[in-house]
């Protein structure tokens, strides 16, 4: 049987190895050797081998032996892995024939006890390069390594209650280089460091000393290690900064690239401030990387961090407990590249976090404190900067990504900007930075930023101002973006984001994005909105030519529309390689469904992992193994009465509508008149008579007109009849009820009034409220008060009969009317003639 393996970015045949059917061989792409894999197969020995190995790996078997020369015909194997077996005892032939060997894997097995372990084991590996033996003993034994003379890097175990003496047996090693005594991967303890415990190892470049109980490091014990370029002594948890002096010290005379000093403090302990003294005498090297993470910093001696070379490059200080302090002033002249601060007061499980037995001594470190520092830096920035919404940030100039996760910030993030800075990347993941107002300004070189996780439910619509014009990538997930988002329908918050090509905005409990949300995004390649709560996809994506993923699984939807089916087939005729994600929701395949059914069988557009989709029918659940089949049986399903169906409701529908219309239209007046009616009779509080003649009315006569006839009707024709000729006006400027609306105040008016006077005017016939009371008055005439004459015109201005209505015509051609005059003598006659008109009847 053979299977197909990708390895170093090439496929090679694996198959049943000749030795063995338990193990896989494939033939090397240049050297034609086989590279053996026989792990995790339950072996209780080693099989013999052909002579055509050049890689084998034994690891995670049940072997307690090895044969004596049992790899005697093995001279070509270059990389043999025998870990995490059960191998008690080495003898001197158990590697022979293995002299071109170059790495070798013995951790995790029982070389617990020394005298298993011969003298000359490795008496055959002349060309042995690299060395595992971790976690094969707990004692103070040490292996004799001396034959080992090409060896370069070693990890092994070493146990010791005392000073820790690595002994002359370290001394044949010449070319070791890389010593990896990790308690993490293995077992550790040394207690103390002194100038004798490297002594036989100066060509030393990368040392690795993390959790290994160390209680103090003297001054001296790195000294002689020049070529040193890494050194880790992590979670050494008793060792505390003061020791730093010590380390520091040794370092300067050293090629010290990478200094890792994690975790030296303990995790519930006091928190401990930097001092200038712990690394005042790296100034001397040329440090490129300090890791400084878990060790309870709260500050940094003012000072301290201008002794810092300039050659460093990357900083860590993750999971301290930083509080503001002036040595942040002194952030700003570092020249560093990356910075992570992240994890600040992160809580640590007292029983499952790192804890060490340490031995007491009084180091304890005492914070200095400047008292008014803050105040005096904060009252001169106010006095110069009285705008605080527009106060700007400094950063070392040449910072390109700096990291701020998990730190507890709890702020809005407001109106400001950065000095000159060379930002790319940026982090405040998982804070709780809740509202985004900005704008955020002189970010042009920010290409990444990350604020998800942070309980953010309001973005300003001027957050992302026009500088992050560069921003390729924008990581917004996890947040409360779906009660926000939803209200910009004109895409305002994205529309400085011209650049950006992956957007993020997964989990947001969003249930609905605009139309036009993401209409500035024309270079946008992946759009992540998975985890949310959409049901409908209505926003346009057509516009962007390089999309490339629109991922939407686990939402709501059921179907996708017609508009969001005809937007992905639109771009993916521009870009063969679009692909949609449609995993984890609801969908349906019913007769509603059945265009959508119908997209996923003949649309353009990838649809990933389509073969996983279920799709719910109206008996059942199924998978879209093959929605060819499905479209089929859903044609057959819902084509039988569809269309007559359809075409009789229509019709139906249509002719009750216009039938409907007509009717209305035909009544219109009435109705309205009818509605308002029962409105006024309903709040009615007087008793009205039945018999109409025996009526009494609140007013002789409404009087209908428009706002740009008050002159004349407030002056002229209010005194005439009101104060003259003791006739009762109602006139809506006065008379109408606060409170009511308009057209129920003109119902009520025209009926508590005798008679309705209209004043006719152009202005009275372009204003639709006059028409309105004119209406009314007809209703009112015919309907309540069986066709009596109670609508009277007096024509205050010439219209030409040309542009009267024809409701209006049919009065004046049906009824007489007064004209206005424009004379002494007229005037007087109009007065009186007006008088009797409004009490006759």
């Known amino acids: 049987m053979r299977q197909v393996c990708c390895e170093n970015s090439k496929f090679l045949e694996q198959e049943a190895c000749q030795f063995s059917n338990y193990c896989k061989c494939s033939r090397g792409p240049s050297s034609g050797l086989f590279k053996a894999d026989c792990s995790n197969k339950g072996l209780t020995n080693i099989p013999r081998l052909t002579n055509n190995l050049q890689d084998l790996s034994l690891r995670n078997n049940n072997i307690i032996m090895i044969e004596d020369g049992i790899f005697e015909q093995n001279i070509l194997l270059e990389s043999l892995d025998l870990s995490f077996n059960k191998i008690k005892q080495l003898r001197k032939n158990s590697f022979k024939g293995l002299n071109n060997l170059v790495s070798l894997n013995l951790s995790h097995n029982d070389f617990k006890h020394g005298d298993r372990f011969g003298s000359s084991a490795f008496y055959h590996l002349k ?142 302990e006091m928190s401990t401030i930097l001092k ?41 200080l993750r999971d301290n407990v930083f509080s503001i302090g002036k040595y942040m002033l002194d952030v700003f002249g570092l020249n560093i590249t990356f910075l992570d601060v992240s994890d600040s007061f992160s809580a640590h ?15 304890t470190e005492t914070l200095l404190y400047d008292d008014n520092w803050l105040f005096s830096i904060i009252s001169a920035y106010r006095q110069w900067n009285p705008d605080q919404n527009n106060f700007k940030v400094q950063v070392p100039e040449k910072l390109h990504t700096f990291i701020l996760r998990s730190s507890a910030l709890k702020y809005e993030i407001p109106s400001f900007g950065f000095k000159k800075n060379n930002i790319k990347r940026a982090s405040f993941s998982d804070n709780v930075l809740h509202t985004w107002t900005g704008p955020v300004k002189n970010v042009e070189n920010l290409i990444s930023l990350d604020l998800s996780s942070n309980f953010c439910s309001n973005v300003s619509k001027r957050f992302f101002s026009e500088d ?36 993020n905005l997964s989990k947001n409990r969003i249930a609905n994005i605009p139309k036009m949300f993401f209409r500035n995004q024309q270079n946008l390649k992946r759009l992540d909105l998975s985890e949310n709560l959409i049901e409908v996809i209505n926003f346009q994506v057509s516009h962007m030519k390089k999309l490339m993923l629109v991922n939407v699984k686990n939402n709501k939807i059921s179907k996708l529309g017609q508009f969001a089916m005809k937007e992905f087939d639109l771009v993916a005729k521009s870009n063969a390689n679009f692909t949609v994600d449609l995993g984890g929701n609801n969908l349906v395949c019913n007769c509603d469904s059945l265009s959508f059914v119908n997209w996923m069988v003949t649309t353009p557009t990838h649809l990933y992992r389509r073969k996983t989709y279920e799709c719910k029918m109206s008996n059942d659940t199924i998978i879209l193994h093959n929605p060819k089949e499905i479209l089929k049986t859903l044609q057959k399903e819902c ?28 009544f219109r007046w009435k109705l309205r008149y009818l509605y308002y009616m029962v409105k006024v009779k309903w709040h009615q509080t007087d008793h009205e008579s039945d018999n109409k003649d025996q009526r009494m009315y609140m007013y002789d006569v409404f009087v209908s007109y428009a706002d740009d006839d008050k002159t004349f009707v407030h002056n002229t024709l209010l005194h005439k009849l009101e104060k003259d000729g003791g006739i009762q006006l109602c006139l809506h400027k006065r008379n109408f009820l606060p409170g009511n609306d308009i057209a129920t105040n003109i119902t009520s008016a025209i009926h508590n009034s005798r008679k309705t006077m209209v004043i006719m005017s152009p202005y009275y016939l372009a204003s639709y409220w006059c028409m309105f009371e004119y209406n009314m008055a007809r209703m009112e005439g015919i309907y309540e008060r069986d066709c009596e004459n109670i609508l009277f015109l007096v024509l205050y201005k010439q219209i030409s009969t040309c542009d009267l209505p024809l409701q209006i015509l049919e009065l004046v051609h049906c009824q007489s009317y007064i004209e206005y005059p424009n004379d002494e003598y007229g005037d007087v006659v109009f007065w009186e003639q007006l008088k009797r008109a409004i009490q006759s009847g």
């Open 127 to 268: 060309n042995l390069k690299n060395l595992n033996l971790k976690k094969n003993f707990d004692t103070s034994f040490v292996p004799d390594l001396s034959e080992l003379l090409s060896l370069e890097s070693l990890s092994i175990d070493f146990v010791s209650d005392t000073f820790a003496d690595l002994g002359k047996t370290f001394a044949y090693l010449k070319h070791l280089t890389i010593l990896d005594f990790s308690g993490h991967t293995g077992n550790c303890k040394m207690n103390i460091l002194t100038p004798e415990t490297f002594s036989f190892l100066p060509q030393i470049t990368n040392l690795t000393l993390s959790k290994c109980h160390i209680q103090f490091i003297y001054n001296g014990t790195f000294k002689n290690m020049r070529n040193l370029s890494e050194l880790d002594i992590s979670f050494n948890t008793c060792l505390r900064f003061k020791v730093l002096e010590n380390i520091t010290a040794d370092l300067q005379h050293s090629e010290i690239k990478i200094l890792k000093v994690n975790y030296i403090h303990g995790l519930f």
């Open 349 to 363: 499980h007292v029983l499952t976090g790192y804890l060490e037995e340490c031995i007491p001594r009084k180091d």
């Open 639 to 666: 084509m039988s009465y569809e269309g007559i169906i359809i075409g009789i409701t229509t019709g139906i529908l249509i002719f009750i509508s216009i039938l409907f219309g007509g009717i209305s239209y035909r």
């Open 276 to 316: 200038t003294s712990h690394i005042s005498n790296l100034r001397n090297t040329f440090l490129e990387r300090f890791e400084a993470d878990g060790n309870r910093i709260q500050r940094i001696e003012y000072g301290a961090l201008k002794y810092f070379p300039k050659s460093v490059k990357s900083a860590s």
């Open 468 to 503: 992050f014009k560069n921003l390729k990538k924008i990581i917004l997930r996890d947040n409360l973006l779906g009660l926000v988002l939803p209200k910009d329908i004109n895409g305002e918050i994205l529309r400085n984001l011209h650049s950006v090509d992956y957007i």
